[in-house]
């Protein structure tokens, strides 16, 4: 069962005097990279919230948020009032305005409020180290699913790619046949007289350059070997890569040597399909 690295999860906790939320968000990636948007309090911990989230995701572009919001009356951030008071005693110097509006403006100058620097809670990080594994199943979940749509999509990708393989395998006789009337005319066309066992042995040289026995055994088991993997247990995207990279080598091959229009256009329409393949591969895991 495949995975995608595209996915979304998110936990709500509440405590006593706080609501923390957390949210979790990938994309694909080659590597694992995260990008944390946590209170400051909490930023030591980010080492710790890192390994957990590398350790259950693998891969991907993956944006953490957590807010966590005071739901009590009390609050980290105070009036300064003996610099508020010298801020209004200074305005009121220069401006006529009533004591409201001297405060308002007050207020909004420099260090008007003072924030004091919070501790870190560890029982409070506990609760938030149990939300990102709770956004973590939620984001895994997401990725499953979307997993299983990828998969989809992949199974019929390669079976088309199969069934135009057997196209390949179908019309090679006529391909071959094709090759050797189109030297036939041409030795008839320079109007000499050809010598016919040389010409038999020019048909076997040209026939064996342009054979694609090889290459259709091989593409024909990197398609079972893409098929098995895509059916095991594990999400590899890596590993699908690199045999949709051998795929394409033979598709490749075969167009160049085929030197048949029908068959080129069954080769144009392999590379199509390999193609939609390699971009969705892109976002598994």
Same mark, same amino acid.
């Given at each position: 069962?495949?995975?995608?690295?595209?996915?979304?999860?998110?936990?709500?906790?509440?405590?006593?005097?706080?609501?923390?939320?957390?949210?979790?968000?990938?994309?694909?990636?080659?590597?694992? /990279? !995260?990008?944390? +948007? #946590?209170?400051?309090?909490?930023?030591?911990? =980010?080492?710790?919230? %890192?390994?957990?989230?590398?350790?259950?995701?693998?891969?991907?572009?993956?944006?953490?948020?957590?807010?966590?919001?005071?739901?009590?009356?009390?609050?980290?951030?105070?009036?300064?009032?003996?610099?508020?008071?010298?801020?209004?005693?200074?305005?009121?110097?220069?401006?006529?305005?009533?004591?409201?509006?001297?405060?308002?403006?007050?207020?909004?100058?420099?260090?008007?409020?003072?924030?004091?620097?919070?501790?870190?809670?560890?029982?409070?990080?506990?609760?938030?180290?149990?939300?990102?594994?709770?956004?973590?199943?939620?984001?895994?979940?997401?990725?499953?699913?979307?997993?299983?749509?990828?998969?989809? /999509? !992949?199974?019929? +990708? #390669?079976?088309?790619?199969?069934?135009?393989? =057997?196209?390949?395998? %179908?019309?090679?006789?006529?391909?071959?046949?094709?090759?050797?009337?189109?030297?036939?005319?041409?030795?008839?066309?320079?109007?000499?007289?050809?010598?016919?066992?040389?010409?038999?042995?020019?048909?076997?040289?040209?026939?064996?350059?342009?054979?694609?026995?090889?290459?259709?055994?091989?593409?024909?088991?990197?398609?079972?070997?893409?098929?098995?993997?895509?059916?095991?247990?594990?999400?590899?995207?890596?590993?699908?890569?690199?045999?949709?990279?051998?795929?394409?080598?033979?598709?490749?091959?075969?167009?160049?040597?085929?030197?048949?229009?029908?068959?080129?256009?069954?080769?144009?329409?392999?590379?199509?399909? !390999?193609?939609?393949?390699?971009?969705?591969?892109?976002?598994?895991?």
């Amino acid at each position: 069962m495949i995975q995608s690295m595209t996915g979304f999860g998110k936990s709500v906790t509440q405590i006593p005097t706080k609501k923390i939320t957390v949210e979790l968000k990938s994309l694909n990636s080659k590597n694992f /990279d !995260l990008n944390a +948007r #946590i209170p400051s309090q909490y930023r030591e911990k =980010e080492l710790d919230l %890192r390994n957990i989230i590398s350790d259950s995701l693998g891969r991907g572009k993956v944006d953490l948020s957590i807010y966590v919001e005071s739901t009590a009356e009390q609050t980290s951030t105070n009036v300064n009032t003996e610099v508020v008071q010298i801020y209004m005693d200074q305005l009121r110097k220069i401006v006529d305005a009533s004591e409201i509006e001297l405060l308002k403006m007050a207020v909004k100058m420099p260090d008007a409020l003072k924030t004091e620097r919070e501790e870190i809670d560890e029982e409070e990080f506990v609760v938030i180290e149990t939300a990102v594994k709770d956004a973590l199943k939620e984001i895994n979940n997401f990725r499953t699913d979307e997993g299983k749509a990828l998969e989809k /999509d !992949l199974q019929l +990708r #390669i079976h088309n790619i199969k069934a135009l393989l =057997e196209d390949v395998i %179908r019309i090679d006789p006529d391909r071959v046949e094709a090759v050797r009337e189109r030297l036939r005319k041409g030795i008839e066309e320079i109007k000499e007289q050809a010598d016919e066992n040389r010409f038999e042995q020019e048909i076997v040289y040209y026939i064996e350059k342009f054979d694609i026995t090889e290459e259709k055994v091989r593409l024909d088991n990197h398609l079972d070997y893409f098929q098995k993997t895509l059916d095991s247990s594990d999400s590899n995207g890596r590993k699908l890569a690199f045999i949709s990279q051998e795929i394409g080598r033979e598709i490749n091959t075969i167009g160049s040597k085929s030197n048949y229009a029908p068959m080129q256009q069954m080769v144009v329409q392999m590379k199509d399909e !390999l193609e939609k393949i390699k971009e969705q591969i892109l976002n598994v895991l």
